[in-house]
C-alpha cells in the first residue's frame, strides 16, 4: 500500500529546550526563565520553548496519519544530538524523506522504516526525523491492517498480545512538593523525578537532597491510600559525581546512604554521574552496579546520560552498568529501536524503562505507550510536559483504552475457536 502524499506542519513542544551545560554552571533563574549567555552550540538562549514538526502521511484511501519530531529537552548535552530546529529539519524532510515515504510499502512496517531511513548522504538521518516519521509509519501500518500500533509491533517481533499493565511514572519539575502530592493522591506507581538539576537543589554533601527524599517517604505515607507503595525514582544530573567526587566507590556509598534514609522502599536513582564519555560511564557505572549489588542494597542505578543510541542500551546492559535504562525515545530515534532497546534489556535481565522528554507532544506519547505494552517494558513515563495532570492523563488513558482493545481481541479469538 503506498503513500499517496506528505504534509509538513511546525508545532510545539509541550515545554522547554534548556542549555544544561549553562544551568549546570550556575546560571540564575528569574522567575521561570534563566539569566546569563548560553553556552551549549544553537542555544540563542538559556531556555527556549520548544518545537517540533508534525508529519501527515496520506494514505490511498485519504485517511492521514501523523507523527511528530522534537528533541529533548536537553539537547546538545552528553553526545545528544543538537536543539532542533523546525526550518532546517523540515528541509531535510522534503529532501531525503518525502521521496522515500513515497516509494514504500506502507502496510510492511519494519522494511518501510528500513528503506526510509537508510544513510542520507552518506550521513545518518538526525534522530528527531527518525522518531516522528517511524511513529506516522507505525500509524499507518495499524490503520491498513486494522489494528493496534501495539500489535503491529507484536507482530513484526512475534511477541505475544500483552495483558500486563505497565507501571507510570510522572516527573515534578520544579513544582516538587505540589506535584509530588498530586502523584500520592493519583496512586501513581512510580515518583518523583525532582529535577534535581542544581548545586542548589543538591546541597552541600547532598543534604538537601536527602532531605527531598526523606520528605517524599514521608508524604506518600501521609497521603497515599492503604497498600499503596511506590518505587521513588530521583533524576540527579551527575550531581553526585559533582558534589561527592567521581569515585565509584564514593558514590555507591552515597546511593546507599538514600536508600537507608527511605527503608522499605525501593529507590532508583538517574544518572548519578557524567564521566565525560560512554565508555568511561560504563567502566565507572559497571563498577558502582557492582558494589551496590554485593551490599544487596534496595537501590537501583537508572543511564540516561551517555546512554542514547540503540548501541549505547545495548553496550551498557551487556556490560552489566546499569540496573535500569532509560531508552529516552527521541534519543533513540525510529520507535523501532525503542522496541529494540526493549527488547536488548530483557535478553539481559536488565530493567528497560520507555522515558523521552518532557518536550514531545500527545503523539508522541500514545506511540510510546503501544511500544512499552507491546514490548511489556518495566516502566515508561507520563509525558508529554513538566506537570502530572495532562501528561498522566495521556499515558495513563491511552493505556487503558489499548489494553481494553486488547482484551476484546483474545475474548473474540477464544470465542471464534
Known amino acids: ?69 522534537m528533541n529533548v529537552q536537553y539537547s546538545g548535552a552528553g553526545g545528544r544530538d543538537p536543539v532542533f530546529e523546525t526550518a532546517q529539519i523540515s528541509g531535510l524532510v522534503s529532501r531525503a524523506v518525502v521521496p522515500r515515504l513515497l516509494d514504500v510499502d506502507a502496510s510492511r512496517y519494519l522494511d518501510a522504516c528500513a528503506k526510509v531511513f537508510e544513510p542520507f548522504e552518506d550521513k545518518r538521518l538526525p534522530l528527531a526525523i527518525e522518531y516522528g516519521v517511524s511513529q506516522a509509519l507505525l500509524r499507518a501500518a495499524a490503520h491498513l491492517q486494522r489494528t493496534t500500533m501495539a500489535e503491529i509491533i507484536c507482530s513484526e517481533f512475534d511477541l505475544p498480545l500483552p495483558t500486563r499493565r505497565v507501571p507510570i511514572y510522572c516527573q515534578s519539575g520544579d513544582a516538587r512538593e505540589i506535584n509530588v502530592d498530586k502523584m500520592i493522591l493519583k496512586a501513581v506507581d512510580v515518583l518523583p523525578h525532582g529535577l534535581i538539576n542544581s548545586r542548589q537543589k543538591f546541597g552541600q554533601g547532598g543534604q538537601t537532597f536527602l532531605e527531598f527524599v526523606k520528605w517524599v517517604a514521608t508524604r506518600t505515607r501521609e497521603l497515599g491510600r492503604p497498600g499503596y507503595h511506590p518505587v521513588l525514582h530521583f533524576d540527579v544530573y551527575g550531581w553526585i559525581g559533582q558534589e561527592i567526587g567521581l569515585e565509584p566507590q564514593s558514590i555507591a556509598d552515597f546511593i546507599c546512604k538514600v536508600a537507608d534514609t527511605v527503608p522499605g522502599f525501593t529507590v532508583n536513582i538517574e544518572s548519578p554521574a557524567d564521566f565525560g564519555s560512554t565508555r568511561a560511564q560504563i567502566e565507572n557505572y559497571a563498577k558502582i552496579v557492582s558494589i551496590l549489588d554485593k551490599r544487596g542494597s534496595s537501590a537501583r542505578v537508572v543511564v540516561d546520560e551517555r546512554c542514547n543510541t540503540l548501541e549505547d542500551i545495548r553496550l551498557f546492559v551487556e556490560a552489566k552498568a546499569t540496573h535500569l535504562v532509560q531508552i529516552k525515545t527521541p534519543d533513540v530515534g525510529s520507535i523501532v529501536d525503542t522496541a529494540r532497546a526493549v527488547l536488548i534489556c530483557k535478553a539481559n535481565k536488565k530493567g528497560a524503562y520507555v522515558g523521552g522528554s518532557c518536550t514531545e507532544t500527545d503523539l508522541s506519547a500514545q506511540a510510546s505507550v503501544h511500544v512499552s505494552v507491546a514490548t511489556q517494558a518495566d516502566m515508561m513515563l507520563a509525558k508529554p510536559g513538566m506537570g502530572v495532570d495532562e501528561a498522566y492523563s495521556i499515558v495513563g488513558n491511552e493505556q487503558n483504552r489499548l489494553l481494553a482493545m486488547l482484551n476484546r481481541r483474545r475474548v473474540r479469538a477464544k470465542n471464534v475457536g
Not at 549567555?37 to 502521511?57: E, N, Q, V
Request: net charge negative; aromatic share 10%; no cysteine.
Open 1 to 69: 500500500m503506498r503513500i499517496k502524499d506528505v504534509l509538513l506542519a511546525p508545532g510545539n513542544g509541550a515545554f522547554f529546550y534548556d542549555d544544561q551545560a549553562a544551568i549546570v554552571s550556575g546560571a540564575a533563574q528569574d522567575g521561570f526563565n534563566y539569566i546569563g549567555k548560553p553556552t551549549t552550540l544553537g542555544f540563542k538562549s538559556i531556555r527556549i520553548p520548544a518545537s517540533s514538526l508534525s508529519i501527515g502521511l496520506i494514505l490511498a484511501d485519504e485517511t492521514i496519519v501523523w507523527g511528530d519530531m
